[in-house]
């Protein structure tokens, strides 16, 4: 019987506090709402380019970013160029996968458009910088014309290697055969190292684009229903607890020994508050 009677007293409560607990949660939520849906979306544009370390990390070098800073006129007036290179910079993920030797770039703006426009002059202006200029540019040409010299010279050298060993009559001794081999692998290490030139004077162009910047209309990030449901969730659960014990402290306020309890908790709330 007692229980019951409990359990009438809390339905009480709870019936005389439904507007509270019922309009309250809702504005809540619906502010929430307002405030989340005003706010700016995060999308993403993805790309996959054949690359190197380096490449990751230059990617987000001053080199790349300033240019970039520029062309989206990203700086604030008030923002000096090293607090927007970082803002930029935040908008900016890339990673290198070692198996595949691909760096993945990924970009977020407010808008689909707006990140795969971000991600595609990223890369262009990335490819502009990777082309050697000035005096590096000079000397790869320099290093390349030697190296062509020595690629021309070392077959010429394979080519009368060759006829001589079969000319000779006696069997091929080792000596024979391991400088054969060298010149083979001189010749090899040549040809390597003028294609690694040639790369480096083109720079990063179009053929190491694995995958163009996406336009992904996924939106990424805040969750607006979660936050919406949270909000109103969290909110009726303080006020379900804020009018149970506002009832409970009214209630023992009307007992003796509930008085006395009430006084001893304020006391050591009082204590608790000075000694802080």
Request: glycine share 4%; proline share 3%.
């Amino acid at each position: 019987m007692r229980e019951e009677t409990v359990l009438l007293d809390w339905l009480l409560v709870a019936a005389e506090n439904l507007r509270l607990l019922v309009m309250v949660p809702v504005v809540a939520a619906l502010i929430a709402a307002a405030v989340t849906f005003a706010l700016p979306g995060s999308y993403e544009s993805t790309a996959l380019i054949k690359g190197t370390p380096q490449m990751r990390l230059a990617l987000t070098s001053a080199e790349v970013l300033d240019p970039l800073l520029q062309e989206l006129r990203f700086q604030r007036s008030d923002e000096s160029l090293e607090s927007a290179r970082i803002r930029l910079r935040e908008s900016i993920q890339t990673s290198f996968d070692p198996r595949d030797t691909l760096v993945k770039l990924t970009v977020k703006a407010s808008s689909p458009e707006a990140a795969q426009a971000m991600a595609k002059s990223l890369l262009q202006i990335y490819s502009n910088s990777s082309k050697p200029r000035g005096a590096e540019l000079k000397r790869m040409q320099v290093d390349l014309a030697t190296t062509e010299d020595l690629i021309s010279e070392t077959s010429e050298t394979l080519r009368l290697f060759n006829m001589q060993i079969r000319r000779a009559k006696a069997p091929i001794v080792a000596d024979v055969a391991q400088g054969y081999a060298m010149l083979i692998s001189t010749l090899e290490s040549l040809h390597k190292k003028k294609l690694d030139l040639l790369r480096e004077l083109e720079g990063t162009d179009e053929s190491a684009l694995l995958q163009s910047p996406t336009l992904d209309r996924t939106e990424r990030g805040l969750k607006r229903a979660t936050v919406v449901a949270f909000v109103l969730m969290g909110c009726f659960v303080f006020l379900v607890f804020f009018v149970f014990i506002r009832h409970a402290v009214r209630a023992a306020a009307l007992d003796e020994k509930g008085a006395i309890k009430l006084a001893a908790i304020r006391a050591a709330l009082l204590a608790a508050i000075g000694k802080g």
